[in-house]
């Protein structure tokens, strides 16, 4: 659970990833490059413009790094059947994300498994690990 | 009488939207004087009034024509004053009560197989859009689409500005009428907008009060169950991403009507995000914009679908929700000016009261 698998997905794809509405360029984001995560959610906030899941994640040095991943709004979400307890804290989840372009642990969300057995998006290949 | 939208052969467009900017026929510099219709002008690149990007469209009531001959009207205001003098014609404006006002309740959504291209005319090439643009409008507009390409664009939402008019009409989130004789409030969930419009038969705000607002100042009467709005006095911005700007002199005419399409034996497909939607409900909404970006008035039609909330679990799904935008938004501008996102931690907390007082900090 605490590597991170670095995955090269096609353009067409990317496209297909984007946010459904969002509200402003995703430019800082990867375009592409996804990154797996496995770690324990923090906590999701539920709000417009765009919602977030906050989940520490454990590093190959034994620290803990706490990252955001953005979503989108609370009305598509609920469309989507993610209720604003869709994740709680502690849950255990895997987390699929296009990354900050600049590195630092912020992502747009991609897809989502949970211990609670909540999915999101893209879940193929996703796995809670040990 | 059902009224189709044919999608010409600009199915796609709105992917390819920035990809190219092929010169334009010189005779797409052709004013407004001629009064050879844009869509006859450039029977090619998306200038009729009633293309779509994406699908065919189909109206019970709203009719793609543009209002007021075959090159429109030439100001808002004639465009107002004809409506108005048809409706004294048949002893109008009506004079409704709150009993006899129609019922707007309930919740509704842009259909968004319209949504951001409805407010071209369902068109949204760019060719298309710079063939109405007067010269130095296209100028513009080509250098505010490379800055898009090449991702130099802010979208003015990004920093929690509203919508403005008549964007708002293309924006996701739900939709709230409120009647009352003499004023009809328009909501938009998305940064908990509603529009005032004045139907007590007050002008708009004369040239010493008139400010550019957002959304506008407007004003309106009722013909009947149609309501007819005037809008002025709006902020320059754009008409929606990949879009051209519009000035601080647009001026919008709207007619708003319900209908019921399973009365009138038309067949809708509104694009609802997955909403569960009351097929006998929807709200059309013919708008034509006058700017002197453009060439001539552009007119298209915008309908809302009606959420379907009568079930118990519907009921739990269809809650506007508060459009917190400054908490929601994490979104900041680097040194370098890129727009970018805070990691977690990068953020003051600006929402816990613990904030708001500590004696670490000198607010002022």
């Not at chain 1, 709000?47 to 990252?67: C, F, I, K, M, R």
């Not at chain 2, 938004?329 to 953020?347: M, N, R």
């Amino acid at each position: 659970m605490r590597t991170i698998i670095v995955a090269l997905a096609v353009v067409a794809l990317a496209l297909v990833l984007a946010p459904v509405r969002a509200h402003h360029s995703g430019a800082m984001f990867e375009d592409v490059r996804t990154v797996d995560l496995a770690g324990t959610v923090v906590r999701f906030d539920y709000l417009n413009p765009h919602s977030w899941l906050y989940v520490n994640v454990a590093n190959e040095d034994g620290t803990v790094t706490e990252w955001g991943f953005e979503l989108d709004s609370p009305t598509v979400l609920r469309r989507r059947g993610v209720s604003p307890n869709h994740w709680q804290a502690g849950d255990r989840v895997a987390v699929r994300t296009r990354p900050l372009k600049d590195g630092r642990p912020a992502g747009f969300l991609v897809g989502a498994v949970s211990s609670q057995g909540k999915t999101f998006g893209q879940t193929n290949g996703l796995t809670l690990g040990e | 009488m059902s009224k189709l939208a044919t999608s010409g052969s600009i199915i796609g467009a709105g992917l390819a939207v920035l990809l190219s900017l092929a010169p334009l026929p010189a005779d797409a510099q052709a004013s407004t004087a001629d009064c050879v219709p844009l869509k006859e002008q450039h029977p090619n690149l998306g200038t009729s009034q009633s293309i779509s990007a994406r699908r065919e469209f189909t109206t019970v009531w709203g009719s793609f024509d543009l209002p007021g001959g075959p090159c429109g009207y030439d100001s808002a205001e004639s465009h107002y004053n004809a409506l108005l003098e048809d409706a004294r014609s048949r002893g109008g404006p009506t004079e409704h009560t709150l009993t006899s006002l129609p019922d707007w309740s309930g919740h509704w959504g842009t259909d968004n197989s319209t949504g951001e291209i409805a407010i071209v005319g369902l068109n949204s090439s760019t060719e298309g859009m710079a063939a109405r643009l007067m010269p130095e409008a296209r100028a513009q507009f080509e250098f505010d689409a490379r800055m898009w390409q090449e991702d130099h664009a802010i979208d003015p939402i990004s920093f929690c500005l509203p919508p403005n008019f008549p964007r708002w009409f293309t924006e996701y989130g739900f939709r709230e009428q409120f009647l009352t004789p003499d004023k009809a409030l328009l909501g938009s969930e998305m940064v908990n907008e509603f529009r005032r419009i004045f139907t007590d038969g007050r002008p708009h705000p004369s040239e010493e009060w008139l400010t550019h607002e957002w959304l506008g100042y407007s004003i309106g009467f009722w013909d009947g169950d149609v309501l007819v709005i005037w809008t002025k006095g709006i902020k320059e911005g754009i008409l929606q991403r990949n879009m051209p700007r519009q000035t601080n002199q647009m001026e919008v005419i709207e007619r708003w009507r319900k209908v019921n399409p399973v009365a009138a034996g038309v067949e809708i497909q509104p694009n609802t995000l997955g909403a569960a939607f009351i097929p006998e409900e929807r709200i059309e909404i013919e708008v034509t914009m006058y700017d002197p970006n453009f060439l001539e008035p552009w007119h298209t039609v915008v309908a809302y679908y009606k959420e379907d909330d009568r079930s118990a679990e519907q009921k739990e799904i269809v809650w506007p929700h508060q459009w917190d935008c400054v908490e929601g938004s994490q979104w900041f501008i680097t040194d370098d000016g890129v727009v970018s996102q805070y990691a977690p931690g990068e953020k003051p907390d600006i929402t816990n009261p613990d904030f708001w007082f500590n004696e670490n900090y000198i607010h002022q």
